[in-house]
C-alpha cells in the first residue's frame, strides 16, 4: 500500500513553475478549474518509491494577501486542505522579490521546501548564491534547480518525502517586527488563542499579523463567526 | 463576546502603531518582511555585477561599507556624545541653580541642628537633586538613540559590527541588546532572549554590563564636568569606548573558555531608512527618561535617605573636644574686647567644620567607610568614593546622589556650595587635593567597571536561571574594576599626572 502525500506548488509567475510540476508529474496531469471560480488548477501525481506523490500546481503569486483572487485560492488551499508540503519556486535571478512570498509561507507555519530555480541564469549574470546559508538563515530546505534542464529533480522529491516523514528538522525562524509591533502582536494574540476554533490550520501570530495588515478574509472571517 | 475583543483590540493596536510611525501598519510589517529579505540576500548573494541602487542602497554603499562602516559607526556615536554634552549643558546649569536655590531657601525655614532640617536640605535635596540635575542630559542622550534607532541607522551598525562580531564568536544579533545596554543594561538583558543559542546568549549577558547604561551617566557627567571642562565630549567618548573593549575582551574568553561552540547563522535585518518622526522619538525618548526619573523618585530617594541616616548618627556623638563651650568663649571673648570681631567670625566658623568633619567620621557611614577605605586607597580613592561606590550597588547614581549628601554634610558654613566646587576643594588629611583629573578618570572607569546594579544582578539571575551567573558576574567585574583603576591610578602617578 503506497503512501499518500499532498504536494503544493507554489511560486511567483514566471518562477519556473509549471516547468517544475512537469518536471515532477511527467505526463500524469489533470486539468480542471478551482471550485467556483474559472481559474485553472492543475493537479498531477508522481509515484516515488512507496510513495503516492499528489502535486497541485497553485496560481503564481507574489504574495499572499486577500487582492487578488490568485492569492486568496493559493492561500485558502493551503490553510484548508493543509498539504503535507508546499513546494516553493523561487526565481534565483529574483531572490529578493521572489523571497516575499516564501516569508509568508514562513509565517503560515507550513513544512516548506524551497526550490531555488533558474540558478543557471542568476550565474550568468554574475551573481553566486550561498544556498546552505540561504538554507540556515530561512530555517528550510533550499534545492538548486534548473528546471528546462530537469537539473534537481531528484534531489527535490527525495527532500520532499523526508520532509512529509518529519526527518527534516531545521530550526524555525521567525522574523521579527521590532518591539513596538510585537507588543501588539503579543497582545492579539493572546485573545485569538483564548479561542481554539480560530486556529484551527493556521498559527496565532499568523492570523495576529493578517489582522494587524487590516486582511479583509481573515478579518471577515473572525467578524462573520462572531455571531 | 470574544472576538469583539480581538477586532477592538487590532483597532487600538493599529491606532497605536500609526501614532507612533507615523505611517500605516500595513507598510511597516511589510517594509520589516523586505528588510529581513534584504538582510538575508546582501549576506548570501556575491554579485559581480553593478545593481540598481535605491536610495537606501546608495546611503548603504557608505554606511555599511567594509571599509567604511566601523569609522561611520564611530563617528557617529562620537557626534551622539558630543551632541549630548554641549547641548545639555545650559538646563543643567539651570537646574544646578534651581536645587542651590531651594536648598537655601528650605533651609532657612529651619533652625541650625534641627534634624528635620537636615534630612530636607541635605538627605533629599542634596541627594536626589544631585541625580535630578542630570536629567537634561539622559533625555538628550536618549533622543539622539531613538534618532538612530527610528531612522533605521541602528540596524545598520548591527549589520557592520555583525562581522567583527564574528571575531570575538558573536553575532550581529548580540550587538542588539548591548546597544539597548547604552540605555539600560535591564532592557539589554531581556533583549538577549532574541538569541537562540544558549552560548551566544550567556555570553551577551555577561558582558552587557560594559555597555554604559543611562545610570553611569551622572556620575561621568559629574566628573567631566567638574574636572574635565573643556574636552567633556572625548572624555565621555573615551570611557564608553573603553566599555566595548572590555565587552569585546571578555566575550571572546568567555566564548571561548566558559562557552566554546561555533556561531549560530542569523539574519541581519535591513529595513529602508526612514526619517524618524517628532511623535516617535519623543515617545521612545520618553519611554527611557521616565524610567529613570521613577528610580530618582524610588530607589535613589530612599538610598539617599538611607545614606543621609547614616552619615548624620548618631545624632551627638561624643566629641574629642567641648565644641559648643569653645564657640562660646570665642564669644565671650569678643564680648570682653579681647578678639575683633572678624577672628570671633573666623574661630567660629572653623569649630563647625572641624566639628561637622568630626561628626561625619563618627558616624556609622565614616565607620562604614573606614572598613572600605583600605580597599579602595590603592586606586586613589577615599572613603566617601568608597561609600559613594558601596551605595552605587543599589543603583548607579547613587554614587553621585551619595556624594551629594555627604559632602552637603560636611559643609562648613550656611552658603550652599555646589557639589562640584565641594569636589575641587576636598583634600587628604595632609593637603593633597583627592580630586584630580587622574583620580576622576580612575573613578570612572571604576564605576563603569564595577558590579552591576541590584536590579541587573536581579535580571541576569532570571535570565540565566541560576545564582551561579549573577554571583560571578558580579565577581568579576568588580574584580575587573579594580584592577583597571589601580593600572590608572597607579600608572598615570607614575608618569607624574
Known amino acids: 500500500m503506497p503512501q499518500k502525500i499532498t504536494i503544493a506548488l507554489a511560486g511567483n509567475p514566471n518562477a519556473g513553475k509549471t516547468t517544475i510540476f512537469n518536471n515532477l508529474t511527467g505526463a500524469r496531469q489533470h486539468v480542471g478549474n478551482w471550485p467556483g471560480v474559472t481559474v485553472e488548477k492543475k493537479e498531477g501525481v508522481l509515484k516515488h518509491n512507496d510513495y503516492d506523490i499528489y502535486v497541485v500546481d497553485l496560481p503564481g503569486t507574489y504574495s499572499l494577501t486577500a487582492y487578488s483572487l490568485d492569492e486568496i485560492i493559493a492561500r485558502n488551499f493551503v490553510v484548508e486542505e493543509s498539504p503535507d508540503v508546499v513546494v516553493n519556486i523561487v526565481d534565483a535571478s529574483n531572490l529578493e522579490r521572489n523571497l516575499y512570498l516564501t516569508t509568508q509561507f514562513m509565517e503560515l507555519g507550513v513544512k516548506l521546501v524551497i526550490a531555488l530555480n533558474m540558478s543557471d541564469l542568476a550565474e550568468a549574470r554574475g551573481q553566486k548564491i550561498d544556498t546552505k546559508k540561504l538554507s540556515d538563515f530561512l530555517g528550510v530546505p533550499v534545492i538548486p534547480t534548473v528546471g528546462h534542464k530537469n537539473k534537481g529533480t531528484d534531489v527535490l522529491i527525495q527532500t520532499i518525502v523526508d520532509m512529509a516523514d518529519g526527518k527534516i528538522n531545521l530550526d524555525r525562524v521567525t522574523i521579527g517586527y521590532g518591539e513596538e509591533v510585537e507588543e501588539e502582536i503579543q497582545k492579539i494574540e493572546d485573545l485569538i488563542q483564548r479561542d481554539g476554533a480560530l486556529t484551527q490550520g493556521c498559527p496565532s501570530r499568523w492570523l495576529a499579523l493578517k489582522l494587524l495588515e487590516g486582511d479583509e478574509e481573515v478579518t471577515k472571517k473572525v467578524t462573520e463567526e462572531e455571531t | ?497
Open chain 2, 1 to 497: 463576546m470574544e472576538r469583539r475583543e480581538i477586532l477592538d483590540q487590532v483597532k487600538r493596536s493599529s491606532a497605536h502603531l500609526k501614532s507612533i510611525s507615523g505611517d500605516d501598519i500595513e507598510t511597516i510589517i511589510s517594509e520589516r518582511r523586505y528588510g529581513f529579505i534584504s538582510g538575508i540576500c546582501k549576506q548570501v548573494v556575491t554579485r559581480s555585477m553593478e545593481e540598481r541602487l535605491t536610495t537606501s542602497d546608495n546611503i548603504d554603499r557608505i554606511v555599511i561599507n567594509r571599509s567604511l562602516g566601523i569609522p561611520v559607526f564611530l563617528f557617529l556615536m562620537w557626534l551622539m556624545f558630543k551632541f549630548t554634552f554641549t547641548v545639555s549643558g545650559i538646563p543643567m546649569g539651570w537646574v544646578e541653580d534651581g536645587q542651590e536655590w531651594l536648598g537655601d531657601t528650605i533651609g532657612d525655614l529651619f533652625p541650625e541642628g534641627s534634624i528635620l532640617g537636615s534630612l530636607i536640605t541635605d538627605g533629599v535635596i542634596g541627594g536626589v537633586g544631585s541625580v535630578i540635575i542630570f536629567v537634561p542630559l539622559i533625555f538628550t542622550l536618549f533622543f539622539c538613540i531613538a534618532i538612530l534607532e527610528d531612522s533605521g541607522y541602528m540596524a545598520r551598525a548591527a549589520f557592520v559590527m555583525d562581522r567583527f562580531m564574528h571575531k570575538i564568536g558573536l553575532h550581529g544579533r548580540s550587538f542588539i541588546p548591548m546597544i539597548l545596554g547604552f540605555g539600560c543594561t535591564i532592557t539589554g538583558i531581556m533583549a538577549t532572549r532574541t538569541i537562540e543559542q544558549k552560548r551566544d546568549r550567556f555570553t551577551t549577558i555577561l558582558v552587557n554590563p560594559f555597555m554604559s547604561c543611562g545610570a553611569r551617566l551622572p556620575v561621568y557627567a559629574l566628573l567631566i564636568g567638574t574636572f574635565f571642562p573643556e574636552k567633556g565630549g572625548t572624555v565621555l567618548y573615551s570611557i564608553y569606548i573603553l566599555g566595548i573593549i572590555m565587552a569585546i575582551i571578555m566575550a571572546k574568553i568567555f566564548r571561548k573558555y566558559l562557552f566554546p561552540g561555533p556561531p549560530s547563522p542569523f539574519v541581519m535585518e535591513l529595513p529602508p531608512y526612514r526619517m524618524p518622526t517628532i511623535k516617535g522619538v519623543i515617545i521612545h525618548m520618553w519611554e527611557r527618561g521616565a524610567l529613570y526619573l521613577k528610580k530618582a523618585g524610588t530607589i535613589i530617594f530612599a538610598g539617599c535617605i538611607l545614606v543621609w541616616f547614616l552619615s548624620n548618627f548618631p545624632w551627638n556623638p561624643q566629641y574629642s573636644r567641648d565644641y559648643d563651650a569653645l564657640k562660646q568663649k570665642a564669644e565671650a571673648d569678643f564680648a570682653s574686647g579681647l578678639v575683633t570681631k572678624e577672628a570671633m567670625n573666623e574661630t567660629i566658623a572653623n569649630l563647625k567644620n572641624e566639628q561637622a568633619s568630626e561628626k561625619m567620621q563618627k558616624s556609622y557611614m565614616g565607620g562604614l567607610g573606614r572598613i572600605i577605605e583600605p580597599a579602595v586607597r590603592p586606586l586613589g580613592f577615599d572613603w566617601k568614593i568608597g561609600v559613594g561606590l558601596a551605595g552605587g550597588f543599589v543603583a548607579k547614581e547613587i554614587v553621585v546622589g551619595t556624594l551629594g549628601t555627604l559632602y552637603a554634610v560636611g559643609k562648613a558654613d550656611e552658603e550652599a556650595v555646589s557639589l562640584r566646587e565641594r569636589l575641587q576643594n576636598d583634600t587628604w588629611p595632609d593637603g593633597r587635593k583627592i580630586f584630580t583629573p587622574l583620580t576622576a578618570f580612575a573613578l570612572m572607569v571604576f564605576t563603569l567597571l564595577y558590579v552591576p546594579c541590584v536590579a541587573s544582578i536581579a535580571v541576569i539571575r532570571k535570565e540565566t536561571n541560576s545564582w551561579k551567573w549573577p554571583l560571578f558576574a558580579a565577581g568579576y567585574t568588580t574584580a575587573l574594576a579594580w584592577i583597571a583603576a589601580f593600572m590608572i591610578y597607579q600608572g598615570g602617578k607614575l608618569i607624574g599626572l
